[in-house]
């Protein structure tokens, strides 16, 4: 991912299927309105605190445990997310999983596969 942090005006990013363990390097990409990473290797939700403007977000096929940090995790994006996928991670599989989900994230229109 590096040398993306030039690339500013981007709104959209595709990152599956590239084995990456970590999200970093995306700060100065404020503008991003859509961001996959899906099917890589991430156990945390974390390096997205600047993308205000965010509305999807792929991340199914990882492995991100625990449910109780994901809320938290997404909370700088909370206003502006529509979708989120987590799809086949340890936190979708836990009880309480999209109530959990619809609770702390207001704009959600859609998680996963389901429209809400």
């Known amino acids: 991912m590096a040398g993306l942090e030039g690339c500013t005006a981007l709104e959209e990013l595709y990152l599956s299927h590239n084995g990456i363990t970590c999200l970093e390097g995306l700060s100065t ?8 990473a899906s099917s890589n290797r991430l ?10 403007q965010l509305e999807d977000l792929w991340l199914n096929d990882n492995g991100i445990a625990g449910l109780e940090d994901v809320p938290a995790a997404l909370a700088p994006v909370a206003g502006t997310l529509t979708t989120l996928y987590l799809a086949n991670s340890p936190a979708a599989k836990e009880a309480g999983y999209k109530a959990a989900m619809r609770a702390a994230l207001p704009a959600l229109t859609q998680l996963d596969a389901d429209y809400l």
């Open 43 to 52: 156990t945390a939700i974390q390096g997205i605190e600047a993308l205000s």
């Open 29 to 36: 990409l404020t503008g991003l309105k859509v961001l996959d």
